[in-house]
C-alpha cells in the first residue's frame, strides 16, 4: 500500500491514485477498485460513472422482491464502454458511497490547494 495514495474507502472497494502518477504528474487519474473489479479512470469519467449509478438507482430493482439486498437484478453502465455490471440494491449503494466519497475527497482537495496558494 505505500505505492498508492489512498482518497476514499468503504466495505466494497477503494479509491487511489497510484503515486508513479503524482510523480509523474498524472493527477487526472484514479483507480477505483470494488468487488472483483478496478477502473482506471479521469475526473470525467469518475463524474460519468455517479450519473450511470444515479441512473440505475432511478430504474430501480423489483418492487416486491424479498431478496433485494442480495439479488443482482439492477444493470450498471460502466464508464467502460463494453462493461456493465449486475448488482444488488445494496451493492449499488455502496458503489455510489464510493465514487461520491472520491469525488468529495477529489473537490475538497481541489479547494484546499487553490485556498492555500492564495
Given at each position: 500500500?505505500?505505492?498508492?495514495?489512498?482518497?476514499?474507502?468503504?466495505?466494497?472497494?477503494?479509491?487511489?491514485?497510484?503515486k508513479q502518477?503524482?510523480?509523474?504528474?498524472?493527477?487526472?487519474?484514479?483507480?477505483?477498485?470494488?468487488?472483483?473489479?478496478?477502473?482506471?479512470?479521469t475526473l470525467?469519467?469518475?463524474?460519468?460513472?455517479?450519473?450511470?449509478?444515479?441512473?440505475?438507482?432511478?430504474?430501480?430493482?423489483?418492487?416486491?422482491?424479498?431478496?433485494?439486498?442480495?439479488?443482482?437484478?439492477?444493470?450498471?453502465?460502466?464508464?467502460?464502454?463494453?462493461?456493465?455490471?449486475?448488482?444488488?440494491?445494496?451493492?449499488?449503494?455502496?458503489?455510489?458511497?464510493?465514487?461520491?466519497?472520491?469525488?468529495?475527497?477529489?473537490?475538497?482537495?481541489?479547494?484546499?490547494?487553490?485556498?492555500?496558494?492564495?
Amino acid at each position: 500500500m505505500s505505492d498508492i495514495h489512498r482518497i476514499y474507502h468503504n466495505d466494497i472497494g477503494i479509491a487511489f491514485q497510484w503515486k508513479q502518477d503524482l510523480a509523474k504528474n498524472k493527477h487526472d487519474r484514479f483507480q477505483v477498485i470494488f468487488r472483483d473489479t478496478g477502473f482506471y479512470l479521469t475526473l470525467s469519467q469518475l463524474k460519468n460513472f455517479a450519473k450511470l449509478i444515479e441512473q440505475a438507482a432511478n430504474r430501480g430493482y423489483c418492487k416486491d422482491c424479498k431478496a433485494k439486498n442480495n439479488c443482482r437484478s439492477i444493470l450498471l453502465k460502466t464508464p467502460a464502454a463494453n462493461v456493465d455490471l449486475a448488482v444488488s440494491e445494496k451493492e449499488l449503494e455502496t458503489i455510489s458511497d464510493l465514487i461520491e466519497g472520491t469525488l468529495f475527497q477529489i473537490h475538497l482537495r481541489t479547494y484546499l490547494n487553490d485556498l492555500c496558494r492564495n
